[in-house]
């Protein structure tokens, strides 16, 4: 089992950077995939980004391109979500999910992951 832990959320004005961290534990999550999800008050569950076991591949949604970088240290078991630049409409919870150790490819899709954290909120304020 797997367990994630998010860190780095809070709150902050328009325009400024966070990082998030999720730090895995239990077993590890050697060859998986990752991602991060965010889901603001009253919306579905949204893709922001993922990345490959090996950080050689990363896909982010369109409103976060270019703001928002995710990155790896499987050495420490710890996935970031570095967000640059950031919008009121960035507010949500943030969850990082991992997926099965089968699947080192990334993927957009939420069915596709095995392991959720308990998320982390971000609020930014205009």
């Known amino acids: 089992q797997v367990q994630l832990v998010e860190s780095g959320g809070g709150l902050v004005q328009a325009g400024d950077s966070l990082r998030l961290s999720c730090a895995a534990s239990g077993r590890t999550f050697s060859g998986s995939a990752m991602g991060w999800f965010r889901q603001a008050p009253g919306k579905e569950r949204e893709f922001v980004a993922t990345?490959?076991?090996?950080?050689?591949?990363?896909y982010y949604v369109d409103s976060v391109k270019g703001r928002f970088t995710i990155s790896r240290d499987n050495a420490k078991n710890t996935v970031y979500l570095q967000m640059n630049s950031l919008k009121p409409e960035d507010t949500a919870v943030y969850y990082c999910a991992a997926r099965s150790p089968r699947y080192s490819s990334p993927s957009y899709y939420h069915y596709d992951y095995d392991y959720w954290g308990q998320g982390t909120q971000v609020t930014v304020s205009s």
């Open positions: 990345i490959s076991w090996s950080g050689s591949r990363t």
